[in-house]
């Protein structure tokens, strides 16, 4: 039997132990394909989930009636489609914006009060650069395959406890998309509480 290599490193003991639930009130953005992959997980695993999918300007998991994602299991404060999850999942305490003017996306990391996964990241450079290739490529990925109406809508989500870590130039036809917009959503005000220098993150450059 074929093994699929998980999409990023196991996290739990830290995300399990957390008290702030990023689960709620989170509406990852969900493409047709991402859809169809997670409906099929659902059917091998036999794992019994009703109104999968909600849909505003993007299609979300559905949520329950306090806000929390319907594949989030309260009882073992795990997901129960882990290793199928939204690339917004995936990507965790990494977020992104992309700036016309500049044909860049721009990556930022949560601060630490809202993302204990982020406070790690702030003190382990190593840890850093590993989960940043990961949140970069399935974000990529995200941003290649929505469309139009829900990238501008995703990109107006406001995201204000981040901080800037990194910036890679965009496909044309990702710019093209949001072409009609200047930049982005929320500002990004605070300053990078890293312990190590940031620029060997910052000029990493992504690589398949």
């Not at 996306?105 to 982020?118: F, G, Q, S, T, V």
């Not at 382990?124 to 650069?129: K, P, S, T």
């Not at 072409?179 to 890293?194: E, I, L, T, W, Y």
């Amino acid at each position: 039997m074929t093994i699929e290599r998980e999409r990023q490193n196991n996290f739990f003991d830290i995300c399990g132990q957390c008290k702030i639930s990023c689960c709620q009130n989170a509406r990852p953005p969900i493409t047709l394909k991402r859809k169809k992959i997670i409906e099929t997980h659902l059917e091998k695993q036999r794992i019994p989930v009703e109104d999968l999918f909600a849909q505003t300007a993007y299609i979300f998991p559905n949520e329950d009636a306090e806000g929390y994602c319907i594949f989030y299991d309260k009882e073992t404060r795990r997901c129960r489609i882990h290793p199928v999850k939204p690339e917004t999942c995936v990507a965790g305490p990494v977020t992104f914006d992309i700036n016309v003017k500049s044909q860049r996306i721009e990556w930022y990391l949560k601060m630490e009060d809202i993302c204990p996964l982020a406070g790690v990241m702030h003190k382990n450079e190593e840890a850093l650069r590993k989960h940043l290739e990961t949140a970069k490529k399935e974000i990529l990925n995200l941003v290649s395959e929505l469309d139009s109406k829900a990238l501008k809508a995703i990109l107006k989500i406001q995201e204000p406890e981040t901080f800037k870590i990194g910036e890679d130039i965009v496909e044309e036809r990702v710019l093209d998309k949001v072409a009609d917009d200047c930049k982005v959503a929320g500002p990004h005000r605070f300053k990078s509480p890293f312990k190590f220098p940031i620029s060997s993150i910052y000029n990493q450059r992504l690589r398949f």
